[in-house]
């Protein structure tokens, strides 16, 4: 009984020091931002964002490469400050948010891609299709304390996705030639995390 009690407590002694260096933190919605710009008319960008979102950031500091991300956004949130364009945006000729309320990305692997930068592969779900994708991140930023006393961290991650991708299909011809929506689409997320 003695030997059995001596090896639990070396497995629990040997499992602290990596627990010590894992560290759960949650996304703050309310300090961070999911951006997006594309194309318009061929002449010039229009950007907008995703004002509802939600997650959580796995950080193993011993193994950066060990550590995790998931996000959720509302696309109903999308925001270009144009009333009637959102309303399309949220239509069935673009994200269809009626059917398809939310997009997510939930990581599969992490890569070191030079002094505090990482490459973060995952898989974005939207419109009810999902596709891997790999966001370049910068960070996360050193630890850092809040007035109120809780303990924050930032990062910023951009990508880019072809929307044809993920049926977002719908577009116009131009009389000038071309048409009125870009393919591609830049994502931009500054995100500010709260340790647990």
Partial sequence: MKRIITSIAAVVALSLPLAAFASTWSIDPEHSNIGFKVRHLMISNVKGTFDKNSGTVDINE?????????????????????????????????????????MTFVSKKVAKAGKDKLKVTGDLSLH?????????????????????GKIRRGATATTRIN????????????ETGGVAVGEEVTITLEIEMIKQ
Wanted: glycine residues 4%.
């Fill in 128 to 148: 009810g299709v999902t596709r891997q994708v790999v966001l370049d991140v910068e960070g996360p930023s050193l630890e850092s304390k809040d007035p109120m």
């Fill in 62 to 102: 011993k193994d950066i490469t060990k550590s995790k991300v998931e996000v959720t956004i509302d696309t109903d949130s999308i925001n270009t400050n144009v009333k009637k364009r959102d309303e399309h945006l949220r239509s069935a000729d673009f994200f269809d948010v009626a059917k398809f309320p939310t």
């Fill in 163 to 174: 929307r044809k991708d993920f049926g977002l299909v719908w577009n116009k011809a131009l």
